[in-house]
């Protein structure tokens, strides 16, 4: 019997036997080899004369053995890719309350646009003037991202929110060598995601973290007594990297007096912008003193992800760093054409300073499509809806929880775009990990969970504003009762999940020690 580190088993075989059937299978869930399993190398799925004989020209370097690829007829293979995306779950399939990730309903109108051949089949090295639509779109989406965000320009390339973070911070680098001002620390709360401190460490600087106050917000006074360390004009302070929203789901109210005081030490302010679904069209970063700022365009603006992507990581800048924002951009002269910016012309274009490139090319084509497609089909009011939605639905999930389940920071008024929840006042012996498992039985993929660290058990939901109330209803059902059942001592919690086709697994084995290879099961047996 498989078992994970608490003594829990791993698969369903294991639990009650009245799952048990001979197939493996239970209803329309069902058990999938691996495709080594399935076929083996001997097989052959498609029906081929043998190739003759040519000369090889590889000069001894042919491959010596068989590539030993399993043999499968295509029903085979389409089965087996068919079921194995069965067992994932989806947007598509229903509710994904992550938090932080902003998991929400792609509309297929976007989809429908990027794959326009026009954009979908452009290369990016097709000489510029077979591409002038593609730049168009390109140009037209920077434009809304400024004139949303009250910014002065934007960086289009960046691929991913982390990869803008680091676009960002290069920029604030840039600036102060510009001035002949090396500083050293990036002021970081606790509360960030940890690409914040991972971007500012990558970039050189040491990360020192801003305290929160007990409304879960950045203390001003601590970060102003900080900035006033090593006295007048002598302040070893780069900048600040503050989410806003913040990940507590919590709107920072003193973010222009915070702006001001890091201005004021001659520092840069960093926004991450992942959650800024909650606030589009009802507030403007620059109006609030940020210099730079991420729009994860795969969250806010919507295009498919996880897993790894895609993603696309436009990053706005104030007037004061977007002299050395990175190449290439794009650029419309006064006769309408717009133009790419690279090296070659950066002169023509007065962009002398840039800090350099971030990508080979100029950034994720599809997402700028969708993008467009999704701000140009909702418009100013339903953009502005979008961010009212989102944060309405996320406010009935925190109080119609609140009861149930420890909201640390409930008492601090109303919440953003996510509700956060701590495990304090489940049983003795349950934990958020027990909720979380419990979900899935109900058919939904858990919350974030452990994160922010800053609360204890920490369960951050972001319903997002696709859901309908009676979608939210049932989600609150489930997790009210999954709750419950932990802060009864309900023990059944501890084998959850037992409706899904596995159970708990060593997840820290998992990730430490993936196993990523097929090999012969006589090999790895003598491997072991
Ligand atoms: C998602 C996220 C990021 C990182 O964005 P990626 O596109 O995944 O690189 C950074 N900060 C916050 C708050 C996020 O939610």
Redesign the pocket.
């Known amino acids: 019997m498989s078992m994970n580190r608490e003594g829990r088993p791993t698969r369903p075989q294991d639990a009650e036997a009245t799952s048990e059937t001979f197939t493996g299978n239970r209803a329309l869930m069902l058990e999938e080899p691996l495709l080594f399993e399935i076929g083996d190398a001997t097989l052959t799925g498609v029906d081929l004369e043998a190739a003759p004989q040519a000369e090889s020209r590889l000069g001894g370097l042919e491959r010596s053995r068989p590539i030993g690829l399993a043999g499968l007829s295509e029903p085979e293979t389409v089965r087996h890719y068919t079921r194995l995306s069965r067992q994932n779950y989806a947007i598509d399939l229903g509710l994904f309350p992550l938090g932080?990730?902003t998991m929400k309903h792609n509309p297929r109108l976007n989809e429908k646009v990027a794959r326009m051949p026009g954009f979908a089949d452009v290369h990016p090295l097709q000489p510029v003037d077979t591409v002038r639509g593609a730049l168009e779109v390109i140009n037209e989406l920077a434009f809304w991202l400024i004139d949303l965000t009250g910014m002065h320009g934007v960086a289009m390339s960046p691929k991913?929110?982390?990869?803008g973070?680091l676009c960002g911070i290069l920029c604030i680098r840039a600036a102060l060598e510009a001035r002949g001002d090396a500083r050293e620390v990036i002021l970081v709360p606790e509360s960030a995601?940890g690409?914040?401190p991972a971007t500012a460490a990558f970039a050189g600087y040491r990360v020192e973290n801003i305290p929160a106050n007990a409304d879960g917000r950045v203390d001003l006074e601590a970060l102003k007594e900080r900035l006033g360390k090593g006295g007048e004009g002598d302040c070893d302070v780069a900048g600040v990297m503050i989410?806003n929203p913040n990940?507590c789901g919590l709107f920072e109210r003193d973010m222009k007096a915070i702006s001001d005081a890091v201005h004021e030490a001659g520092g840069f302010v960093y926004c991450?912008g992942?959650?800024f679904n909650a606030i589009v069209g009802r507030v403007r970063p620059g109006d609030l003193g940020v210099d730079a700022m991420h729009i994860?365009l795969?969250?806010t603006f919507s295009t498919p992800h996880g897993g790894g992507g895609p993603?696309s990581?436009p990053v706005v800048l104030s007037e004061a760093l977007c002299p050395y924002g990175p190449i290439p951009f794009t650029a419309k002269t006064k006769d309408g054409v717009v133009h790419l910016v690279e090296e070659e012309n950066a002169a023509e274009f007065d962009h002398n300073d840039s800090f350099g490139r971030m990508v080979a090319f100029h950034g994720q084509m599809g997402m700028f499509t969708r993008a467009l497609a999704y701000m140009m089909s909702h418009g100013a009011d339903g953009l502005k809806q979008v961010a009212e939605d989102a944060v309405l639905n996320a406010n009935y999930v925190l109080r119609s929880l609140e009861h149930v389940l420890d909201a640390p920071f409930g008492k601090s008024g109303p919440c953003m775009h996510e509700a956060l929840f701590s495990d304090k006042g489940l049983a003795d012996g349950f934990s958020t990990l027990d909720i979380a498992k419990a979900l899935i039985d109900e058919g939904y993929h858990p919350m974030t969970m452990y994160f922010p660290l800053v609360v204890h058990g920490a369960m951050l939901v972001e319903p997002t504003e696709t859901e309908s109330k009676a979608a939210l209803d049932q989600f609150i059902g489930a997790l009210r009762s999954v709750a419950a059942r932990a802060k009864a001592g309900d023990k059944s919690l501890h084998a959850a999940p037992v409706h899904a086709p596995r159970r708990r697994l060593d997840e820290t084995a998992a990730a430490r020690k993936p196993v990523l290879v097929w090999r012969e099961p006589e090999v790895a047996e003598a491997a072991e």
Do not use: P
């Open positions: 932080s990730c991913a929110g982390a990869h973070e995601h690409t914040n989410t990940t991450d992942a959650n994860n795969h969250k993603g990581g």
